[in-house]
């Protein structure tokens, strides 16, 4: 696919939406300190987070609807530029994870909007591959978003690694003004037909594929340090190096998953959740060892992330009545999965 100045915007937005949500996991403990509360009260702000997704996605896309899909990704890019800023300036903890709920409202609706708008902007038979392309800069966030705003984190500052999210949400904003189509005006949604579109069995089951397989993710995701260390007592400089190989196969993953889905939607979601379980059989065994650790995620990852875009194609084409309600929702689903993640019964 050539260079899409629109899809590439888009990817942008993904790529701070990215950088926020999962860059404070690095600098909790300047947090706490900053702070002055616990680890766990830390935690919550990413557990905040991944609910406050789950709840804006439907309200928000709803809400949104009534403007130029343009407009309404911008607005939603200004909610996630001050909720960065209120976070930077938050003189208390509750007013910090107030920060992180407002920060989150955008979340979903800006990759549901954006899927329909991805998809809206190439021939049919290349919908997966936009929609992907736009996810792909999520996955980058991964391997350099995330890394950069954790260092700024731990060695400048918390607030002023918020701060500096905020600057991307402006010039997202910005290109998103450029680049993106005004648009068709919008219009008011007739919400109980958009509601009952999600309440059919297709729907559901692929909204539940979201959950189980972002489920998975996330279980191995949420303790790699802990569980690289157990299996071949890894150091800080290794986890950090397996880190930026797990978003490398992130990347891999999106863009395989997009690619193939362009050409069979079933088939890639049913390939690429079979690798996902071998990997999740196979990676304590090849976690002994630092060159089948890395060998292990890089395929994990890319399998845990290459069912996103057909998954988010899945949803938009069985809820056709509402494909942005749906998407967002499905982004929702997606992150429902975090708070879900079974904890351990003894720390590492």
């Known amino acids: 696919m050539k ?9 942008i937005g993904a790529f701070a939406i990215g950088t926020t949500e999962f860059s404070p996991m690095g600098f909790l403990p300047q947090i706490t300190q900053g702070m002055q509360i616990s680890i766990p009260q830390a935690g919550m702000l990413i557990t905040a987070y991944a609910l406050g997704v789950m709840i804006g996605a439907p309200l928000m896309t709803l809400w949104f609807s009534r403007f130029p899909q343009r407009k309404a990704l911008m607005l939603l890019m200004v909610l996630f530029t001050v909720g960065n800023l209120l976070a930077a300036i938050a003189p208390n903890y509750l007013s910090l994870m107030a920060a992180r709920v407002i920060t989150s409202l955008n979340h979903g609706a800006f990759f549901g909007i954006g899927s329909v708008v991805a998809a809206s902007l190439v021939p049919k038979d290349k919908q997966a591959s936009a929609v992907a392309a736009m996810f792909m800069g999520l996955t980058i966030a991964n391997i350099g978003g995330v890394p950069l705003a954790t260092w700024f984190g731990q060695n400048i500052g918390w607030r002023e690694a918020f701060a500096t999210i905020a600057i991307l949400g402006m ?15 919008g219009h008011p949604p007739n ?3 958009e509601l009952k579109a999600l309440t059919r069995g297709p729907v559901i089951l692929a909204l539940l594929t979201t959950v189980m397989s972002a489920g ?10 802990p569980s690289l260390k157990y299996f071949s007592n ?17 990347s891999i993953g999106n863009h395989l998953g997009g690619k193939f889905a362009d050409h069979s939607i079933d088939k890639t979601l049913i390939g690429f959740l079979v690798l996902l379980i071998l990997m999740m059989v196979l990676f304590p065994l090849l976690a002994k060892t630092a060159i089948g650790a890395g060998i292990a995620l890089v395929i994990w990852g890319a399998a845990a992330f290459a ?3 057909p998954l988010q194609m899945r949803v938009m084409s069985v ?3 509402a494909p942005g309600l749906a998407s967002s929702v499905n982004i929702g689903a997606f992150n ?7 904890q351990p019964e003894q720390p590492y």
């Open 336 to 342: 429902l999965a975090m708070p879900l993640v079974p």
């Open 319 to 321: 809820a056709h009545e």
């Open 216 to 225: 998975a993710m996330f279980t191995l995701y949420t303790y790699i340090a």
């Open 171 to 185: 010039l997202t904003i910005l290109s998103l003004w450029k680049a993106l189509p005004q648009g068709q005006a």
């Open 3 to 11: 260079l899409n100045f629109p899809l590439l915007t888009l990817a």
């Open 191 to 193: 919400v109980k037909q």
């Open 307 to 309: 069912v996103v875009p």
């Open 234 to 250: 890894a150091t800080p400089q290794l986890v950090t190096v397996m880190l930026i190989l797990i978003g490398i196969g992130f």
